[in-house]
T-cell receptor
């Protein structure tokens, strides 16, 4: 079946360092969404990418969708303690929708 | 109003009990979802309702029974659960689209423990 893998599984960074998580799907996706889940919280939508090769920015966050629409990345510049949480990519096609395995980010002050 | 509410927040039930989880949204969304999330794992899609009709059932055991009484409400009826069903149950809503083109708004979840 379809799988959406993310690497790394865990990342510890010093506050101010950059962070990147990578998302890879075994099949082509119609779109890719990114969610953030704080510890003890629920997933919160960050952004959606639809077009092949699309790049979107939200302040310190940069999102990319691969040319083949099978991979994506999220890059955070100069992390802050408020960035702590698990970042999930999620994508679907047809009747299938999967969350990626997630990357848990810890920011050390 | 961009809020999805879920009740109860916590639920402890025995394996012979029958209980229900409830979800409500007033954003005018016509798609609603149930997810199951185990600790340190991603949410797993269980059911999707689109325009109050069950459109996706991801091979979920029959001890979980969803119901969508109207466009704002979603229930999950639980019966004869197993301890391994203990998890966070998340409800979400969005505009319906067959290609998953809309963001999902999640509720805070119900933390379920089966004893």
């Amino acid at each position: 079946g379809q799988q959406v893998m993310q690497i790394p599984q865990y990342q510890h960074v010093q506050e101010g360092e950059d962070f990147t998580t990578y998302c890879n799907s075994s099949t082509t996706l119609s779109n890719i969404q990114w969610y953030k889940q704080r510890p003890g919280g629920h997933p919160v939508f960050l952004i959606q990418l639809v077009k092949s090769g699309e790049v979107k920015k939200q302040k310190r966050l940069t999102f990319q969708f691969g040319e083949a629409k099978k991979n994506s990345s999220l890059h955070i510049t100069a992390t802050q303690t408020t960035d702590v949480g698990t970042y999930f990519c999620a994508g679907g096609t047809g009747n299938q929708f999967y969350f990626g395995t997630g990357t848990s980010l810890t920011v050390i002050p | 109003d961009t809020e999805v509410t879920q009740t109860p927040k916590h639920l402890v039930m025995g394996m012979t009990n029958k209980k229900s989880l409830k979800c409500e949204q007033h954003m005018g969304h016509r798609a609603m979802y149930w997810y199951k999330q185990k600790a340190k794992k991603p949410p797993e899609l269980m059911f999707v309702y689109s325009y109050e009709k069950l459109s996706i059932n991801e091979s979920v055991p029959s001890r979980f029974s969803p119901e969508c009484p109207n466009s704002s409400l979603l229930n999950l009826h639980l019966h004869a659960l197993q301890p391994e069903d203990s998890a966070l149950y998340l409800c979400a809503s969005s505009h319906p689209d067959s290609d998953w083109l809309y963001e999902q708004y999640f509720g805070p979840g119900t933390r379920l423990t089966v004893t």
